[in-house]
């Protein structure tokens, strides 16, 4: 399937059908079953930026010998750092408890021995807080790439916009001067000008952007009058978002485009190319049809390719995307008005 290929970060992948970053990247094992249904890259399910406080919290402890053990939360960490919430810190706690900082680094070490697809490391951050240099650490591992997910939900109305986006510039900033590996980032939409926000990000010496990271979906049960939660996996019909962005966006930003969410079939993998992906990034298809949906994905994708006659993904990537059109808001509108007004 040499026609497929691509370069997504600077990196060459056979093609451009990512894994991403999820439970299934967590093993040894599932990788090299991902690489052997022909995937073109991984992202590793990520470490969350707390994890990374609470290991270097317990180093330092250790080292002026005041804390031997590591079974107590001080409460010099995280819920002063990030959170005022009290059940926040010790799950977070407890979590990076179980899941060392060592022991990623040994796993990545030994992903990198076990395939020869590109390996993306990836880091979940919410804060610019002292958590940057162990970006080195992982580079050191020799993985591919370094995707940070940064999700800022703006709820604290005593913060700007540009409060908030200071925070993904100072990350991003602080993470570049310590590693030279090159750097996706993955964002949310809660943005007050998306727009304008992915291109002034897409400048800030990334290399990619992945749109979109699938947030934590709030629900109610109503039976027991209690807190729930929505659907983990994405369904099919949630590609829509990611397409109508990455449209809008490709060949306005100074970096690769990666889509993600809702990508569980070929047809949606093709669209996401014709808007303008550079790669597309799949989780829930992996948990809910298998792994065999890779080749599904990439052979029914070399069968619409031949069939329309397109020699290599470049001939058709971008081929639908809203680089030029003026205001591709008006456009919308209009097709609503058509599409809708109609129905009664
Ligand atoms: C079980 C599960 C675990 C996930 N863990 C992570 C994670 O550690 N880091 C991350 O950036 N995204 C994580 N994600 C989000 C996925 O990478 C992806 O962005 C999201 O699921 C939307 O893509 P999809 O529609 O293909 O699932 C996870 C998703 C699932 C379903």
């Not at 970060?9 to 967590?26: E, W």
């Not at 021995?113 to 240099?133: R, Y």
């Not at 007050?192 to 109610?220: C, H, M, W």
């Not at 970096?255 to 990508?263: E, F, I, M, N, P």
């Amino acid at each position: 399937m040499d026609n497929l290929q691509t370069t997504y970060l600077g990196l060459k992948l056979k093609n451009p059908l990512i894994a991403g970053s999820c439970g299934l990247t967590n093993s040894v094992t599932n990788i090299k079953e991902l690489a052997s249904k022909g995937i073109g890259a991984v992202v590793i399910k990520s470490l969350f930026e707390e994890q990374i406080h609470v290991d270097t919290e317990k180093i330092i402890k250790n080292e002026q010998g005041k804390v031997s053990t590591f079974t107590k939360a001080p409460d010099t960490i995280l819920s002063k750092r990030i959170y005022d919430y009290d059940e926040a810190y010790s799950y977070i706690y407890d979590f990076a408890k179980r899941n060392s900082l060592e022991k990623y680094l040994d796993f990545l070490k030994e992903v990198k021995k076990s395939v020869d697809i590109p390996i993306i490391a990836s880091i979940n951050c919410v804060s610019n807080q002292d958590w940057h240099a162990f970006a080195k650490r992982i580079e050191e591992t020799k993985v591919d790439a370094l995707e940070l997910n940064i999700y800022i939900l703006p709820s604290d109305w005593r913060r700007s916009g540009e409060d908030n986006e200071k925070i993904y510039y100072d990350i991003i900033r602080e993470v570049r001067n310590y590693v030279n590996l090159p750097i996706a980032v993955k964002i949310g939409y809660y943005f007050s000008s998306l727009a304008q926000s992915v291109q002034k990000l897409s400048e800030s010496g990334i290399k990619g952007l992945v749109l979109f990271n699938r947030p934590y979906n709030t629900d109610f049960d109503i039976d027991n009058i209690t807190l729930s939660h929505g659907q983990i996996y994405s369904s099919e019909e949630e590609y829509n978002h990611t397409l109508r962005w990455i449209s809008i966006l490709s060949g306005h930003v100074n970096c690769d485009l990666s889509a993600s969410t809702g990508v569980h079939d070929h047809n949606a993998f093709i669209k996401q190319l014709l808007a303008g992906a550079t790669s597309v990034q799949i989780a829930s298809a992996l948990y809910r049809e298998g792994l065999d949906i890779i080749p599904e994905i990439l052979n029914k994708t070399s069968e619409w390719m031949a069939k329309h006659k397109f020699k290599d993904v470049a001939e058709f990537r971008g081929k639908l995307s809203k680089t030029n059109l003026e205001n591709p808001a008006a456009i919308e509108r209009v097709q609503f008005m058509k599409l809708y007004s109609g129905i009664e």
